[in-house]
């Protein structure tokens, strides 16, 4: 066994730090860093499965141009060759790049140089854009530069921690762990969320806010805390310009009532959160996609920036606004300037900037101006003005808005390269040239997570075929493109101090992006690099601000009207993400313990609505809105709001017939940041009938989805199973099952069917279908897959003796299902969450599903009385 590795988790902002120790081919043991000050020592669900998706299963591991293999040198030849000519030809702005906050710093300081300096167009845009745009304009429109002035110790120091549109212990679990042990020690939470999620479960208030209501709740409380006499005059004076009428104008219709109607609160506890606020000077207001993924998401942010700014509640221990970050390197690529409206190292494209920066790269030709942003860049696509476009480690065809249009743009486009780790991708479905890319654990560079701190991601294993870093890949083509001293880098290590150099040059302190020491590190430095933050621990403590005069802003921002429902579209569609699967699911889709949480796309539906549209829980429902449609499992919940709807955005076509939430988002984007309103789509429902439902087991992957109306993959251990449902007839289905020996058994009063195919004593697949009945519970038939002989009793669909299924895992490290865990505080008679850790271990390792521990807790107790 070789020494642990410190590296950091491929997933989210949090930005964990993971000791990895390689255990064999292709095998890793992961446990958590306790030196690491993002997480010290603890993971959540997805980063404590890393080890399941290291696996080589579904690769890309060649390049290809169309469907052939090919080596690179034919591939960078010809890349380099089509954006040559095209630029020769169209000029510039005919080619673009859409990157992601997944690549590495390195990575992205490679591309964006070579776009920006060198090509000559800041048409490179990244996925941020999708993610926290609006955050980045609305800090720079308050502080002169995109600075998160918090970090994770504010929450432990916070007294008042405020949670807004942020699914904190799913998205962020590490972080919400922090939050609930603050609260243990006497902090309150508020969270301000359309929905009840788990996270507002276990708050102090919820304000279950008519969505896009925001703008209106803030005001209204900076109002409330002025005559409250919570407003700091003096920091106001010292620290911050304050426009003239600004008081004026936010008085108008900001009282109590008013604000209560609007964001549709009970009056109560908009007053309970009001009063708490004003009292409590420690608060940490914490904020999300709730927040960024709007129309109106730069005006969301700075109504929270006023509010910290006006109260004089930033650069203090535990008084901060906090906007978190989603991706592992979402604030790399800040830094870095990946977005087509920065250029680079936190600046714009100012002329003493672009002059900067032209002379520090040595430039051939400087961008001129800020690029198309995502939903204009592919607009830009579909309407034939970008002719080549390079996509890296992002799935836009998956998850940009509108995705069909996006999906029309891409086939339409004359060139489109994809690098990806993975072979088969939606996005990858419509390029020319398909790039294998080195994935977390083979790749070497760094990455800064939600509160500054830079880590290192080290690398575990060899590149496996031939796949090679990103930074590699880029600088190869800008190499080929001609700039060969330019992108003459050997190593990350090389590009990192490149890139701290352009932090500090000319950089008299006016940016606050300043990364100093790390500039004149050797190799063996970044090789043992520790995690560091930049901007200090208390940002803007001196109340000095990035903008010309010291000062920062208080914007004026204005609620827009909420629109009424529309007739044919009577229902608001809202989007966000499930606890263990992250994104378009190319990684966690692989690991069997994080498909268990939620197993398929589920549209989650108020009672009220249910009753009154005829939806049933466990039928299916057609999501129709002006963009598209699909189809999705119902859940009836208490949980939305009525009127509302929630889908979660993970599964492609790769993976599902039904689920495909990116074809249904408006492609409407913020004025400022041009980030997309994704939590907001009018929309309508209705109920889909099937005359049989089953499920498909399989020991192989099957190269196709199968043909009927509803098919969702589910990771098992040892294969993969299918929940289907149709209306057509089976054969086609049938006709999936491997070859070997059949048992069938039917039964044709109650439309059952069940077929089994044995090979080798072992179990290769199987197919159950009925018409009327109960499915067997799949939890046997599963292990299954795995036994070494088939039982006999296969199509009775479970063991003699064993009875029901534990129902949906809850607790994914010790596989521990909702049955199991109710059974035990009924028959052991659990009082609290830790008592249930106690008697069978659930919630005791990566803690992810505590919050769900004290609803179930909660729900048996209430049964109880
Ligand atoms: N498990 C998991 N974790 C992840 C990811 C993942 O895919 N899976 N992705 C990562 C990434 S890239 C990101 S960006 C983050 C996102 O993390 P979050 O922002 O926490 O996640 P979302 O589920 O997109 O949305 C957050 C909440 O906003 C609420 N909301 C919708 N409309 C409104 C509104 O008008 N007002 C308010 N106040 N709230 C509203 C939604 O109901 C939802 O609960 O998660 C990161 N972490
Ligand atoms: N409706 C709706 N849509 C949304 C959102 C929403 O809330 N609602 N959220 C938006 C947000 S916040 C985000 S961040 C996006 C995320 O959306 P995407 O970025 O499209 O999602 P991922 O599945 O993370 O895509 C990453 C891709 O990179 C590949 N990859 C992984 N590692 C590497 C690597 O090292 N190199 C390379 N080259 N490739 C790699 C993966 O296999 C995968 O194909 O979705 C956005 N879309
Ligand atoms: S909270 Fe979970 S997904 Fe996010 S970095 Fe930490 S372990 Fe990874
Ligand atoms: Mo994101």
Redesign the pocket.
């Known amino acids: 066994m070789s020494e642990a590795v410190r590296t950091t988790c491929a997933y989210c902002g949090v930005g964990c730090g993971i000791r990895a120790t390689v255990t064999g081919e292709r095998k890793v043991t992961i446990e958590g860093d306790p030196d690491h000050p993002a997480n010290r020592g603890r993971l959540c669900s997805k980063g404590t499965h890393l080890g399941e998706t290291v696996g080589l299963e579904g690769r890309l591991l060649t390049p290809m141009i169309g469907k052939k293999r090919t080596n690179w040198d034919r591939a960078l030849d010809l890349v380099a060759k089509r954006f040559k000519e095209t630029i020769a030809r169209h000029g510039p702005n005919s080619v673009a790049f859409y990157v ?4 590495l710093t390195e990575d992205y300081y490679v591309a964006n140089k070579l776009m920006k300096g060198f090509i000559g167009t800041a048409n490179i845009d990244t ?1 941020s854009r ?2 926290m745009s609006s955050a980045v304009a609305g800090h720079t429109r308050a502080f002169g530069e995109d600075i998160v002035p918090a970090t994770y110790n504010d929450l432990d120091a916070a007294d008042l921690i405020i949670l807004v549109g942020s699914n904190t212990a799913w998205c962020h679990p590490i972080i919400y762990q922090r939050i609930r042990a603050r609260c243990e020690a006497g902090a309150k939470l508020v969270v301000i969320d359309p929905r009840r999620t788990e996270t507002a479960e276990e708050a102090d208030i919820h304000l279950a806010i008519r969505p896009g209501g925001d703008v209106a709740l803030m005001n209204g409380l900076l109002q409330y805390c002025r005559e409250a006499g919570a407003v700091d005059d003096d920091y106001l004076a010292a620290h911050v310009a304050v426009p003239e009428n600004f008081w004026d104008e936010l008085g108008e219709g900001n009282d109590l009532w008013s604000v209560a109607r609007a964001c549709d609160v009970p009056v109560a506890d908009l007053r309970r959160f009001y009063e708490l606020f004003a009292a409590t000077p420690r608060t940490v207001t914490m904020f999300s ?1 709730g927040i960024n ?1 709007s129309t109106s998401g730069t005006d969301q942010v700075n109504a929270i920036l006023n509010l910290h700014l006006a109260t004089g509640r930033i650069g203090k221990p535990g008084a901060a606004p906090f906007s978190i970050t ?2 592992p390197n979402a604030m790399g690529g800040r830094e870095v300037g990946g977005l087509a409206s920065t250029l680079a190292a936190h600046m714009d494209f100012a002329p003493e900037n672009r002059d900067r920066v032209q002379r520090f790269w040595a430039a051939p030709a400087m961008a001129e101006k800020p690029g198309l942003k995502a939903v204009d860049l592919f607009r830009a696509v579909g309407e034939g003005r970008i002719k080549a476009l390079w996509v ?5 065809a ?2 940009m ?1 509108d995705a069909g249009r996006v999906r029309e743009a891409l086939a339409a486009c004359p060139f489109v390269v994809v ?4 072979e088969n ?1 939606d996005t990858g479905a419509f390029a020319h040239v398909r790039l294998p ?4 654990g083979e ?1 070497d560079g760094t990455v800064t997570n939600s509160d500054r701190t830079i880590s290192r991601q080290r690398a575990l294993f060899a590149m496996p075929g031939e796949a090679m870093p ?1 930074w590699w890949i880029v600088k190869e083509v800008a190499r080929r493109m001609g700039w060969k001293t330019a992108f003459s880098y050997d190593r990350p290590a090389d590009i990192w101090r490149e890139h701290c150099r352009l932090s500090t040059y000319d950089n008299d302190g006016a940016r606050l992006f300043a990364l100093p020491g790390a500039a004149q590190g050797g190799n063996a430095a970044y090789d043992d690099m520790k995690p560091f933050r930049w901007g200090g621990d208390q940002t803007f403590a001196d109340g000095r601000f990035s903008t010309i005069d010291g000062r920062a802003r208080l914007v004026p921002v204005a609620q827009k009207p909420l629109p009424e429902p529309l007739v044919k579209w009577p229902l608001t569609l809202n ?3 499930y606890r263990d699967q ?6 966690t889709g692989l690991a069997p313990k994080l498909a268990r949480h939620r197993e398929e796309p589920l549209v989650e539906v108020h009672p009220d609505d249910a009753a009154r549209l005829g939806l049933v829980g466990g039928g299916l429902a057609r999501v129709e809105t002006p963009q598209g449609e699909s189809v999705y499992r119902i859940v009836v919940s208490e949980g939305q709001r009525p009127g509302e709807l929630f889908v979660p ?1 993970h599964w492609t076509d790769r993976t599902s017939s039904g689920g495909r ?2 074809l249904l ?1 408006r492609p409407l984007v913020d004025p400022v940041s041009g980030q997309p309103g ?1 939590k907001r789509t009018p929309a309508a429902i209705a109920p889909v009938a099937t005359r049989w439902r089953g499920f498909l087991l399989l020991a192989n992957e099957l190269d196709e989805r199968p043909a009927c109306l509803w098919a969702t993959r589910v990771a098992v251990p040892a294969g993969v199973l299918w929940e289907l449902a149709g209306n057509g007839d089976l054969k086609c289905i049938e006709a999936l099952l491997p070859r070997g020996e059949r048992i069938e058994a039917q039964d044709i009063a109650r439309g059952t069917r069940r077929v089994a195919v044995v090979t080798g004593g072992r179990l290769a697949g199987a197919l159950f279908v009925t018409e009327s009945g109960e499915l067997p519970p799949r939890d046997w038939l599963i292990a299954q897959l795995s036994a070494p002989d088939v039982a006999p009793t296969l199509l009775a669909g479970r063991a003699p003796g064993v009875a029901a299924d534990r129902g949906p895992i809850i607790c994914v490290c010790f596989d521990i299902g909702l049955k199991t865990i109710a059974a035990a505080i009924r028959d052991q008679q659990l009082a609290d969450v830790a008592a249930i850790g106690g008697a069978i271990g659930a919630g005791t390792n990566c803690g992810s599903c505590r919050p769900a521990l004290a609803r179930i807790l909660a729900e048996e107790t209430s049964d109880a009385a």
């Open positions: 992601s906050g997944q690549l996925n999708l993610c996609q993924q989603g991706q890296m480690a992002t799935n836009p998956v998850s808005p690098s990806d780790v993975i991708t890319a080195a994935a977390w790749k990103d989007t966000g993400r992250w994104h378009t699911m190319t990684r955005i939430t990116g988002p994704f």
